[in-house]
Antibody, heavy 119, light 108 residues
Framework: EVQMVESGGGLAQPGGSLRLSCAAS????????MNWVRRAPGEGLEWISY????????YYADSVKGRFTISRDNAENSLYLQMDNLRADDTAIYYC????????????WGRGTLVTVSS | SYVLAQPPSVSVAPGKTARITCGGN??????VNWYQQRPGLAPILVIY???DRPSGIPERFSGSNSGNTATLTISRVEAGDEADYFCQVWDSDTDHRVFGGGTKLTVV
């Protein structure tokens, strides 16, 4: 059974940092490309980052470029999102989602982890 | 950057047909995916490559895409279809995935 479980969310202060993790199981993790998508309260879905199967290609939304870093450890079947210089408008539920390449559909999503940025 | 426009809300009676549109410049040349998100749950893929259904998605869900509009059609709507629906494409100019603003489907 495919499973992806996010963790690492919580309360952070503006300007602070958090590191999100996504633990994957039930599929060959290195064979899939991975993404982070978020949904802020009262807003829609926002794609924020992508990483290729072996981590050689990464893309970022303009809203997080230079502040967030996506990475993965295929030996640990894990995806990460390092979030620095957090802002109030980063408050959202963060989902990891897999795809077969950057242009294709997000065929499976984790249940998400809540990040709240507030002083 | 590429923009996708969805109506904020659509209401439909049970048993009727709901149509949710997604507008974008020449969107017919792109591959459109649709996601359903029920309250408190993760999004799930309901349509990919404009018209394809993942396994487990009822045949009541269908998609089309032409010109400047893609459409998600839900036939014989059920109470359980009440959710937010998002269209999504890949913008090759920016190497970004783009989501529409979402449509709240209400079954009344």
């Amino acid at each position: 059974e495919v499973q992806m479980v996010e963790s690492g969310g919580g309360l952070a202060q503006p300007g602070g940092s958090l590191r999100l993790s996504c633990a994957a199981s039930g599929f060959i993790f290195s064979g899939y490309e991975m993404n982070w998508v978020r949904r802020a309260p009262g807003e829609g879905l926002e794609w924020i980052s992508y990483i290729s199967g072996h981590g050689t290609t990464r893309y970022y939304a303009d809203s997080v470029k230079g502040r967030f870093t996506i990475s993965r450890d295929n030996a640990e079947n894990s995806l990460y999102l390092q979030m620095d210089n957090l802002r109030a408008d980063d408050t959202a539920i963060y989902y990891c989602a897999r795809s077969t390449n950057p242009t294709t559909e997000l065929d499976f999503w984790g249940r998400g982890t809540l990040v709240t940025v507030s002083s | 950057s590429y923009v996708l426009a969805q109506p904020p809300s659509v209401s439909v009676a049970p048993g009727k047909t709901a149509r949710i549109t997604c507008g974008g410049n020449d969107i017919g040349r792109k591959s459109v995916n649709w996601y359903q998100q029920r309250p408190g749950l993760a999004p799930i893929l309901v349509i990919y490559y404009d018209t394809d259904r993942p396994s487990g998605i009822p045949e009541r869900f269908s998609g089309s895409n032409s010109g400047n509009t893609a459409t998600l059609t839900i036939s014989r709507v059920e109470a359980g279809d009440e959710a937010d629906y998002f269209c999504q494409v890949w913008d090759s100019d920016t190497d970004h995935r783009v989501f529409g603003g979402g449509t709240k489907l209400t079954v009344v």
